[in-house]
């Protein structure tokens, strides 16, 4: 019998031991940046020696889930910083918070902690990350460095037109780009006119853009996400940095409101040409033959602070605010022209435990433009705007180390101005307004699962809702979404993606009308929501330990495409849809790139060839005109486009860059003829009427440009400044800004009498940059 007890007591002990060993623990915490206490988006953590790593999230939280008992070693990696490793006793639940310095000479598991291998293994694909140091080196217009400009140079990103920041993404138009400054939308991420955008890149911590492939927390546009991150600012010290270039200055402040646990960023920049010109009107403002010099200047501010309360909670503030500002005063005539964006973000981070990590936010988005004329007498004021309030949560689930979910919700109350028009004279004798006014509510929620199948296999899944209600018409629609790769062997991987959009605003603008016209349509009865399905697959391979190919093909359809029909009217108009004609689209290509990272000589080269069309428009007023037959391609196909960045370290104080760029000419839609009229016998002809056929019919000179530029660092006692100098279009390419028609005369002579009459209408280029020095002072402290 006391054998009995004794065998039985030896099998439960035994059990018992069993079950603990099975006993899973999670380690969770966050990777910071240890000098600034930042913390690291997308920073590695892995467990060698069972084989299994993940990164931190955009928020720079980690969760991961092994068996208890042992002694493990976890090390921490990021781009530029020292590889830390950490040995800890896993017999619990373990928060781990981890700082990462940087040092001077980075040995090569440093480097090695690069991008590539999480590239390779990641099931992510039509991703592109572009580091602030990266936008600071590319030589830019006028010194002032653009992070936004500086994602064009990658493939499946044409550069558009002389020195614009427009975003035509694989077929999709400047409308379909959800661009999220803090998870707050910006409706117009440009200044000067499109040659700047609104990011100062010293505020900027993160920038990621999704050209497919998207993930489900994503819905509204139907071609890209530029997700932008502003720094939560310095909690160990101030710092800060600023730069002063030849048309504008900016700064940047930072550091603790109470050390390690609250931080602040400031951070603003401002043109000053337009003092400039006001100097030199006031000089002349006696001459009578002297003509007024139109002032212009931008400006924007960045803000944020963020509390920790406690281990689990921390809440951030951060707003935006930016304004373009043109003006030209006359003396019969007035003119004043504005247009800007104004963002606010509330956002509180929480711990629920340490698998399960909440973000819920708050964001309120402005953007707006206005047109003032004042002739004698009278006033007249053109504009439109767009107001949103959202509200989201976000979910993020570490359940174990092969399934990681993310799920969530949202809504949106969207108020619209369209088309808005108020005039009268100045003693109220006249008086009238024209616009329409629209309120809408839109949602969603979502839910994926990155999913570990195995060592070579791992797919990432997803499902979003969506929906729209404006004026009593609601819209929904399923959007499903679906990433994979495999893994052939340890340099080569597959991957393939699908995904559904819908997008429920539409921005109409005409290419006829000079200035901005940015006017942002939602969904009615008549205008159904745009749609697209875009499939892609290509594969990605590590050569050697410094270069990285990618390849990728993609198919994108699109319905309910808005275009406007032949003459269309924008302003002092009740009835915008009358003007619009609906229709598809269609673009597919192939994007290939190869990059470097290591050593003295980094950079990339990027190749994308593009087909885009657009065709079968219906028109929602019979009584217009669509005059198109078949499909078309818009004025942003751009066949070939080719882009070469090369960054050379000489040493610690002294770098060099190039980039080369090289595109198919855009297309732009010209008469093919015109009708002439001579009034009275004898008198001279003048060409009139343009006779169009077949939109966008004349492709532009191919588009072509070097830019040079060299970095001479300091190290001053109180911290580091920096001379750039940059060389834009280096061998003076006269690339195409606009063109003009302009007719040529010739004259015939009858009985003495000469009459001129058009011979023919010839095209004249415009261009706008020639060779263009510039030098900017950096600094840093």
């Not at 004329?373 to 767009?386: A, K």
């Not at 008549?526 to 270069?547: H, N």
């Not at 302009?742 to 009459?755: K, L, M, N, Q």
């Not at 023919?760 to 600094?779: C, D, E, H």
């Amino acid at each position: 019998m006391l054998k009995t007890y004794t065998l039985l007591l030896s099998l439960l002990l035994l059990c018992a031991l069993s079950l603990t060993a099975q006993e899973k623990y999670t380690v969770s915490g966050s990777v910071r940046d240890a000098e600034s206490g930042e913390t690291l988006i997308g920073a590695t953590v892995a467990v060698p020696a069972a084989d299994i790593g993940t990164i931190t999230n955009e928020y720079g939280f980690y969760s991961f889930t092994l068996e208890g008992g042992d002694s493990l070693q976890i090390t921490y990696s990021y781009v530029g910083f020292q590889t830390q490793v950490r040995k800890i006793l896993l017999d619990r639940d373990i928060t781990l918070d981890v700082e990462l310095g940087s040092g001077v000479q980075l040995d090569e598991v440093v480097v090695k902690a690069n991008s590539f291998e999480e590239q390779l293994n990641s099931t992510e694909m039509s991703v592109e990350v572009i580091t602030t140091k990266e936008a600071r080196l590319i030589p830019v217009l006028l010194g002032e460095s653009d992070i936004l400009k500086t994602i064009q140079l990658k493939p499946g990103i044409p550069s558009g037109s002389e020195g614009t920041t427009g975003l035509f993404v694989r077929g999709g138009g400047s409308d379909q780009n959800l661009i999220v400054l803090d998870e707050a939308v910006v409706y117009n991420a440009n200044h000067l006119f499109g040659f700047f955008s609104t990011f100062n890149t010293d505020a900027v911590k993160d920038l990621k853009i999704y050209k497919g492939g998207f993930p489900a927390q994503y819905g509204g546009r139907l071609s890209s996400v530029i997700d932008v991150k502003l720094k939560e600012g310095n909690n160990k010290k101030l710092a800060g940095s600023g730069g002063i270039g030849l048309i504008a200055s900016r700064l940047t402040l930072e550091g603790p409101i109470e050390k390690e646990k609250s931080s602040f960023i400031v951070s603003g920049r401002r043109t000053y040409v337009d003092l400039l010109t006001r100097g030199i009107n006031q000089s002349n403002a006696d001459n009578e033959d002297y003509d007024p010099i139109p002032n212009y200047y931008f400006y924007d501010l960045n803000t944020k602070i963020n509390f920790q309360f406690g281990e689990k909670d921390r809440l951030f503030l951060s707003g935006y605010f930016g304004r373009d500002v043109f003006g030209f005063d006359g003396d019969f005539f007035d003119f004043d022209f504005d247009w800007g964006n104004a963002t606010g973000t509330a956002r509180w981070n929480h711990v629920f435990n340490p698998k399960l990590f909440a973000n819920t936010t708050f964001t309120y988005s402005d953007y707006q433009y206005n047109i003032k004329n004042r002739l004698t007498g009278f006033n007249f004021e053109v504009g439109s705007d767009i107001r949103d309030a959202n509200f989201k949560s976000d979910f993020y689930l570490a359940l174990n180390n092969a399934h990681t979910f993310r799920f969530g919700a949202s809504v949106t109350r969207h108020q619209f101005s369209v088309g808005r028009l108020q005039a009268g004279t100045d003693d109220g004798l006249i008086n009238f307004s024209a616009g329409q006014e629209f309120a809408a509510l839109e949602g969603g929620a979502y839910f994926s699962d990155d999913w570990s199948v195995n060592d070579r296999l791992k797919i990432n899944y997803g499902l979003r809702f969506s929906a729209f209600n404006n004026e009593g018409q609601t819209y929904a629609g399923l959007e499903p979404r679906f990433a994979s790769r495999y893994i052939l062997n340890e340099r080569l991987s597959l991957k393939a993606s699908y995904a559904r959009m819908y997008q429920y605003l539409h921005l109409v603008a005409s290419s006829g009308i000079t200035l901005p016209t940015d006017i942002w349509y939602p969904s009615t009865q008549r205008v159904r929501p745009q749609r697209s399905d875009q499939v892609a697959a290509g594969f990605s391979y590590l050569l050697g330990t410094r270069y990285f190919l990618t390849v990728e093909g993609y198919y994108k359809d699109q319905q309910n495409v808005l275009e406007f029909v032949d003459g269309a009217q924008l302003f002092a108009n009740d009835d915008l849809e009358q003007e619009f004609a609906i229709g598809k689209g269609r673009g597919y290509g192939v994007e290939l790139s190869i990059e470097k990272k290591e050593g003295k000589l980094t950079g990339w080269i990027g190749y994308t060839l593009a087909f885009v069309e657009r065709g079968e428009f219906n028109l929602l007023d019979d009584s217009k005109r669509f005059a198109q037959q078949g499909y078309f391609s818009p004025v942003f196909d751009r066949r070939h486009d080719l882009s070469v960045v090369a960054m050379y370290e000489l040493s610690r104080r002294f770098s060099f860059t190039a980039t080369f760029v090289y595109g198919s000419g855009d297309l732009r839609w010209l008469p093919t003829g015109r009708f002439s009229f001579g009034d009275v016998q004898g008198s001279d002809f003048e060409p009139v009427v343009p006779d169009y056929e077949e939109r966008n019919n004349y492709r532009l000179p191919p588009y072509h440009r070097l830019d040079l530029g060299a970095v001479w660092r300091f190290f001053p006692r109180w911290g580091e400044s920096d001379l750039t100098l940059s060389v834009i279009n280096a061998y003076d390419r006269r690339n195409t800004f606009f063109i003009y028609l302009e007719p040529e005369f010739a004259e015939i002579s009858d009985g003495g009498t000469a009459v001129s009459f058009p011979e023919r209408i010839a095209a004249k280029q415009v261009s706008l940059f020639p060779i263009l020095p510039s030098i900017t002072w950096n600094f840093k402290f």
